[in-house]
């Protein structure tokens, strides 16, 4: 994800954030090209529609800072506690919006927002449904709940064999963004005993032998499940 400014065109991004610009820094835009989501204060709403748009999949309308709540967004790739979500320190009036890939990687108490938007992915603890489902007032994008310790995510591509497996000392639970490969040389016994969760947003390949196994531990499917060549697996066996 890019941005190039060509003259006055921005063009080229995942998420374009204008919650800290001014209508005297919007002024001189003359093109949004290519942008997955605009994101903008009530207060620039109109001056945003004036400018020329091409290829933009959505725009997201916030309300303005006020004296004690303030705007957080979290954009791209994230991490970060359940603890964070209750705020501390901050304003019940604040507004968290999350665009993009944002992992939970402990318990939600409570969330300390008086707006929760998410606009991509969130996956959060299992435990953590309850909190979160009351707190969210905007969602576009999905909400996944892993039941494991805080899983794997992969966002490019990664191949897992079986060396790799035996090395873990506990099942892991795995959350594909991107795509994500078990080797010819991975059987069912070991699979079973590594894996032991799957959300598949993404892309897996596996040999045959082991896509039954794949489907039973993707509880979370929305992306592929993919059968590869198992002769290897086979001359192996």
Known sequence: MSEAVQGLTIENLGVLDLTGKTAEGLAGISLIHNVGLIIVPSSLADAVMRIPQKNVGSTLQLPDETGSGKLKVFTGQISLSGESLANAGGSPDDILVVAGQALITSHVDAVGYRELIVMG?????????????????????????????????????????????????????????????????????????????????????????????????AETKLGDIVATDDHAGAQGA
Do not use: N, W
């Not at 603890?125 to 909190?131: D, F, G, M, T, V």
């Not at 494991?148 to 790799?164: M, Q």
């Open 121 to 217: 992915q969130l996956m959060a603890p299992k435990s953590s449904e309850s909190a979160l489902s009351g707190a969210l007032t905007r969602m576009m994008g999905q909400v996944f709940y892993y039941k494991g310790d805080v899983p794997r995510v992969i966002l490019g591509s990664e191949s897992y064999s079986r060396a790799f497996l035996e090395l873990l000392d506990k099942p892991i639970s795995l959350v594909v963004l991107g795509d994500c490969e078990f080797e010819a040389d991975v059987d069912v016994a070991l699979m079973k005993a590594k894996v032991g969760e799957l959300v598949v947003l993404g892309t897996i390949r596996a040999p045959k032998r082991l896509i039954p196994l794949v489907q039973l531990l």
